[in-house]
């Protein structure tokens, strides 16, 4: 039985608060590999778009529901292989995310690690950061290390990248 001023942590029981300790696990992994790759300040955009696709990655790919009790180094093999350049990681993304959205429909209960990844999602996807344009021409315009051409692109587009280095350099 919970007391007055305890709350749930499993989402279950009449109307307690429900703690999305999946996501929450995921995005504190997340937050470590890219804090240890020390790639970038952790208050710039760059690095919450590279959190954030980082802990999608972690919380979609447990499709078991043990991701509170897995070992990071076991896992690490399988997070690279998804957020590799070859692999389709958007259309990964928005199918997992169906499948527990569908799954959470049917079991008609609170979903807030749903919830809080689909906030990551819609912020990866709505939200574009300046970025160099990989694509331009070599040496076009370029005078100095950062005055090359540089383009508008989705969030997700650079955090990827950045999650899949900072696992490389785990």
Do not use: C, K, N
Not at 33 to 45: V, Y
């Amino acid at each position: 039985m919970l007391h007055r001023g305890q709350e749930s942590t499993d989402g279950t029981g009449g109307g307690d608060l429900a703690v999305p300790m999946a996501w929450l696990y995921a995005e504190y992994i997340a937050d470590e590999l890219l804090r240890t790759g020390d790639l970038m300040p952790p208050t710039s955009f760059e690095f919450r778009a590279g959190r954030d696709a980082l802990a999608l990655t972690i919380f979609l790919s447990d499709t078991g529901g043990e991701l509170p009790g897995i070992r990071v180094v076991s896992q690490l093999e399988t997070w690279l292989s998804l957020t590799a350049y070859d692999q389709p990681w958007e259309d990964w993304v928005r199918e997992r995310m169906a499948q527990l959205a569908a799954e959470a429909a049917r079991s008609r209960g609170p979903a807030p690690d749903l919830d809080l990844a689909s906030a990551a999602w819609r912020w990866l996807e709505e939200t574009e950061l300046l970025a160099p344009d990989l694509d331009a021409v070599p040496g076009a315009m370029a005078t100095g290390e950062d005055d090359g051409p540089q383009v508008w692109t989705p969030a997700w587009q650079l955090g990827l990248p950045l999650g899949h280095l900072a696992i490389h350099l785990f």
